[in-house]
């Protein structure tokens, strides 16, 4: 088993914090992994991106030419990592920033909008947990038991208080895996 991973958006919509939570999940669960961010000249409103690579195998290169799933925060970075997607690969888009889709009919697509679901939650700075959560739940990579123990250590002792939130936003998002019927786009 192997799953190699890059998440990405506009500095400021958690991305690193996302690749944290799941590169923390891997390691707290025995698996190999790797994890490398990278960040725009601007922090908030640039671009920032991270690659996450776990393994149940010694990991060779934590460098990432070709995703088994792309994460897509927003637009550009949909335009800028979708043609780099295996055949066969994973693209999630956060629908609520991305108003077009990938022109490929080799990888399955799930539109996640989670800017919506994190304003019912009635906050929309945990979106990045919703996609979290759908990517959880579509690749089965870490048990869902074990992200919420990282979400919890990732809070710090002041934002506390924001866990319950996370929680909620990460199990909405496994709930979007629950029947779903990704969409080949060609």
Sequence with gaps: MKLETIMAGFGGQ???LM??????SAMMENKEVSWIPSYGPEMRGGTANC???????????????HPDVLVAMNKPSMEKFSPLVKPGGLIILNISMIDDRPARGDVDILEVDAGKIA?????SKVANMV????LVGKTGIVDKKTVLNS???FLPSHRKSMYEINEKAFIKGLELMAGVTLKGVG
Aim: aromatic share 0%; net charge negative; charged share 15%.
């Design 14 to 16: 958690g991305i690193m």
């Design 19 to 24: 690749g944290e939570i799941l590169a923390h």
């Design 51 to 65: 690659m996450v690579v776990i393994s149940d195998r010694r990991i060779a290169s934590p460098i990432i030419s």
């Design 119 to 123: 304003d019912a939650l009635g906050n």
């Design 131 to 134: 996609v979290l959560g759908a």
């Design 151 to 153: 979400i919890d250590c």
